[in-house]
């Protein structure tokens, strides 16, 4: 997203989206992996339908807060005058526009901050070797109470041994 909002050229947002997209399609084949293997087959579905409805929820707050943000906050600060608007136009340039280009900017740069945030959490950078394996067993079990009260033992135990 930082790409996409940096000059009014149709290129830079073209490669900006390229690369979103090609870096949502690693993350998301990643979750999918270590969802399939660390989570139940008879949990698999509730924990996915839980992670899309999350993930298509923030759509809508995202459409609510960008326009604003962009006409209140970065507007005026890249049309504006000082050292914080003359670093905002060497960014994103200056004109119609480049308001929601700063907004897009904003927001590749809270991505980053959020990823570099996870990697430096212990216990998510470890979660693929730390979090046991899913029994694959061929009999789906119809009590999931528990299934998810042998699931919050063992993150319990994952949590008394430092891990959480």
Known sequence: M????????????????????????????????????KVGLELQGRVLATNL??????VPVGFLTAAPLAEQVFTPLVSGTG??????????GQGPGRGIALTAVAAGLCSLLLAAVGWSYRP???????????????VIVADKDRIQ????????????????
């Open 2 to 37: 930082i790409v996409a909002g940096l000059r009014p050229n149709p290129v830079f947002p073209a490669i900006g989206l390229f690369g979103l997209g090609l870096t949502s399609a690693l993350v998301n084949t990643h979750l999918l992996a270590l969802v399939q293997a």
């Open 53 to 58: 409805m999350l993930t298509w929820l923030m």
């Open 83 to 92: 050292p914080v608007a003359d670093l905002a136009a060497v960014l994103v």
């Open 124 to 138: 998510i950078r470890r979660l693929e070797d730390e979090l046991p394996d899913a029994d694959p067993g061929t």
């Open 149 to 164: 009260d042998e699931a919050d033992r063992r993150l319990a135990e994952l949590a008394d041994a430092g891990y959480g």
